[in-house]
């Protein structure tokens, strides 16, 4: 093989990772694709999009029914802008007339608020079904995704996508999109109705927009800084509140409250400062609009004021009392949408950022699979034979080229390769059906590697993995892994009961297996002296029992499926001496009937193995039964002077040598 150079390891993520990632404020190829969310609710969406244009002009008929009652019975000089219909059933009695106006226009708040009551309801149900579709594919995603996905992606991340980033769409979907319509229909129809009435002070209005335009613009650039600024120390408070308060008595034993506390103040202060920015691009970008709008206002009223009081034409236009009034009202009412659409703006930008994040990890396909042709595999409920045939393994992410490379190469090239970091290296070997198989060896010589390959966390580069002479990549994923039954050194236990922590779903484990599997693993009579029995409420990771209990509520747990392949990963380690006698029985009740991989340090389980295999960096280096690796003197009893000779009560007589490794040991 060429000789290839050592691809460079990418450099750490800064803190905050992706939570950097702003985006543009409008991309169509992610808003195309965020609306098809919408299409189950299309009914609510377009009752709420016609919501939104009568009220844009209920919204402007307020002021024109002003003009009409001034100029028609107020000052009684004009009805240019009153249209015929209006004339013919409005009175002409200028009392009744001016009540009919106040009417309407109590009429059009009316119509206003009912319409807006009737959008926000149905954008804000429509939001939340979306946001209840789009967590629920995240979540189904995740649980599809294969473990070694887990391994490159920390857990807060994960739940940000499935929390605060679906918040921010929900936003977009309530606040934004159609509220966004809602501002551009009132300025279209405002600016419609002043070119109408006025052009010249229509566009004496609109002369100071070049400078609100680049106020905003300014605005958009500044608020676009600091909210970069505060999703990245959001962030980094999550990270560092995680990672203290689950290690707070390793902050309490050593401690270092004053130095966490004076590091949170640091991250916290980020916030702070990143925050006030933002606040103060916004109390300096409302009043400029303000002081902007007012200008023109004045400026309308003192050009139209002039044109009224002395009876005069503007370019050729009559300006009336009415006329000005309405101005006034309509100039008011045009800013405002303005500077909503300024914060539509940000609404837009956390929503682009978020859906790009959201659509990235549903975008990521699980490198494990269940094969579209599955192979039949024997009836379950008998024991399995496992075996291994010259397994090479790397948890790194190989090229097409290497992969090839992989394939043709001898095993002298594959282990003298530099640049593929091999966890396991030609590992063969055969479990009978029904047998118990022990594997020990240093840390970090691949035993868990070996059960994961198993079970099909991860696909063997090179080699094969047969169940009962099938390859596990031609098994179904819930059939094979239906088959094993886990218990790890680190016990997990979820927020529920006992009962609903044993049976895990399994709704086919009736309560007696539940109670049976218990008392099986000696833990029946501890879970009974509870308050509630096995319905007695556990906290998440079953906080408030001990590791004991919690190791063995898992071996229960294991029982209770029946499996047909049991797996015992470290599983004896976080049990004392007194605790692992009761369970010892209950151990070899567990592995009767049964094919088992057991991975642990304690003779009482190993020296009773049918088969041990030893392990030495990634290698297969030794196999047989206790008795017979001892008598070899090799790697096993080597490792049994330095690690067991203190647990066993009965061991083979060993001379008194010095120990020293081979080199290659």
Known sequence: MAKRTKEKPKPAAKSGGDEEVLGKAYDSRLMRRLLTYMRPYTGHAVLSFAAILLKAAADVAGPYLVLVATDRYMTGRSTTFVPPFLQRHLSTAPLTGITECA??????LLLSYGLEFLQTYLMQWTG????????S???RHLQRMHVGFYDKNPVGRLV?????DIDALNEMFTSGVLAIFEDVFVLLFIVGIMLWMSWPLALLTLSVLPLIMYATRLFRIAVRASYRRIRVAIAKINAYTQEHVSGMSVVQLFNREDRAYK????INAEHRDAFVDQVQAYSLYYPAV???SSIAIATVIWKGGLGVLHGSTFFGRTVTVGVLLAFMQYAQRFFRPIMDLSEKYNILQAAMAASERVFKLIDTEPEIVSPET???TPDSGSPCAIEFRDVWFTYQTLTDEQRDWVAAASDAELAASTDIEWILRGVSFR???GETAAIVGHTGAGKTTITALMMRFYDVTRGAVLIDGVDVREVALDTLRKRFGVVLQDAFLFTGTVRSNIRLGSEWITDAEVEHAADEVNIGDFIRTMPKGFDEPMQERGATLSTGQKQLISFARALAHRPEILILDEATSSVDTDTELRVRLALQRMITGRTSVVIAHRLSTIQRADTILVMHKGQLRESGTHNELLTERGLYWRLYRLQYKDQEDTVIPIPAEPLRLQPGD
């Open 103 to 108: 009417l309407l226009y109590m009429c059009a």
């Open 128 to 135: 939340q079904r979306i946001m209840f579709d789009m967590r």
């Open 137 to 139: 594919q995240i979540f």
């Open 160 to 164: 940000t996508r499935v929390t605060s």
């Open 263 to 266: 590091d949170f103040q640091s």
């Open 290 to 292: 303000e002081l902007l």
């Open 374 to 376: 599955v192979t039949a």
């Open 431 to 433: 479990v009978a059906r």
